[in-house]
């Protein structure tokens, strides 16, 4: 179940869902309860309205010096700190993509690109051989990633282009914890990517300490001439639902998602130190567009409603929580109360946090068949 954030900010969504309430007199076919929000999100009103003037009054090219033209980039440049201000980083960390699927793809052809240059730059003698000669780059991410990081890392090692290890969750937590992240580091090793939360469990990743430990393992690297390790988090299912802060994550990418906070199908990517501290390589050539790492005239409504969705998120995210928090426990004290153990609660580990919005649970019987689900 993931439960209804901003759209509900007063008490009326809570009291839909309450026994005796006048809503639950209604007639069944004029209720509609959607229940897919990690899917994707309704557009909030506000980012509607921003996305409808940034139509009518900003549909000039970016790139163009006229008014209609200025007004669009002026757009793109205050939503590009609304970005950042969500998550505690630099607006001139920030590129705007297409969406959480390109974002993730650009970091993992990125990271492969900059192991090839160092590694040629580097190189080795016929004494000093360098310590990861003839290797392929290797990346480390774990089993329960979406498909835009599982399958394009599939498909570089299916074509022999880098190894890549996928480290189980535990079963104890639903984590991926850092000692099996470690433990399967490399000398080749050039990326971790691990989400910041599941969508089907809720589970919260344990990013601070991989990205602090990848960090203390980079000093023994560098003393060894090993290349570093860049660590990413696809943190589509956090934003909206959670504070998330780059500089407690440590991260050196982090995906954004806007149609997982209420804006639109359109994403960002962060970058820590963009083209001076983490290496950035464009898929796309073309107008020189976000620095050129991410070429292609900017789609100014789509930027607007995401800049938009992201200052309602910085202005409202507690509130967002404690609400989402209040469904989510309602609907499982409800569901323990009519099903007592035939319930199964998939998502609720001992001492691992979980989002506020997700509820993952199974109903157990002899005539039932399936397998657990996120409803």
Not at 81 to 97: C, H, S, V, W, Y
Not at 143 to 168: G, K, M, N, Q, Y
Not at 260 to 288: D, H, N, Q, S, V
């Amino acid at each position: 179940m993931e439960a209804a954030g901003p759209r509900s900010r007063d008490a009326r969504g809570r009291a839909a869902s309450q026994p005796g309430s006048r809503a639950e007199k209604s007639p069944p076919e004029s209720r509609k309860v959607y229940m897919d929000y990690n899917a994707t999100t309704p557009l909030e009103p506000e980012v509607i309205r921003a996305m409808t003037e940034a139509m009518q009054e900003a549909w000039g090219n970016p790139s163009s010096p006229y008014p209609a033209g200025r007004k669009a980039k002026e757009i793109i440049n205050a939503a590009r700190e609304n970005l950042a201000k969500m998550i505690g980083g630099r607006p001139q960390d920030m590129i705007f993509t297409s969406g959480g699927t390109e974002s993730n793809n650009l970091v993992i052809h990125s990271v492969v690109k900059h192991f090839h240059k160092i590694h040629a730059a580097v190189g080795g003698t016929a004494e000093h051989p360098s310590p990861v000669e003839g290797a392929l780059p290797h990346i480390i991410t774990c089993t329960v990633e979406h498909d835009s990081i599982l399958l394009p890392l599939e498909h570089l090692l299916e074509e022999r282009v880098a190894e890549v290890t996928f480290v189980p969750v535990s079963k104890v937590n639903g984590q991926a914890e850092a000692e099996d992240i470690l433990a399967a580091v490399r000398p080749a090793t050039c990326l971790v990517t691990i989400m910041l939360a599941n969508n089907e469990t809720g589970v919260i990743m344990p990013v601070p300490e991989i990205s602090r430990r990848v960090r203390a393992l980079n000093q023994q690297r560098a003393a060894g001439g090993l290349p570093g390790v860049l660590v990413h988090t696809d943190a589509a299912q956090a934003l909206g639902k959670q504070r998330v802060d780059v500089r407690d994550l440590g991260v050196d990418f982090l995906t954004v998602v806007g149609h997982k906070f209420y804006g639109p199908r359109i994403g960002a990517l962060y970058i820590r130190g963009l083209g001076e501290l983490t290496p950035l390589y464009p898929m796309l050539f073309g107008g020189g567009q976000e620095r050129n790492f991410r070429p292609g005239t900017e789609n100014t409504p789509m930027i607007a409603g995401l800049g938009k969705a992201a200052e309602l998120v910085a202005e409202n995210c507690e509130a967002y929580e404690a609400h989402m928090r209040d469904v989510r426990d309602y609907l499982e004290e409800r569901l323990a109360a009519e099903f007592g153990k035939r319930i199964h609660l998939n998502s609720q580990f001992p001492g691992t946090e979980r989002l506020p919005n997700t509820c993952n649970f199974s109903i157990l019987g002899p005539q039932l068949q399936g397998h657990p689900r996120c409803c």
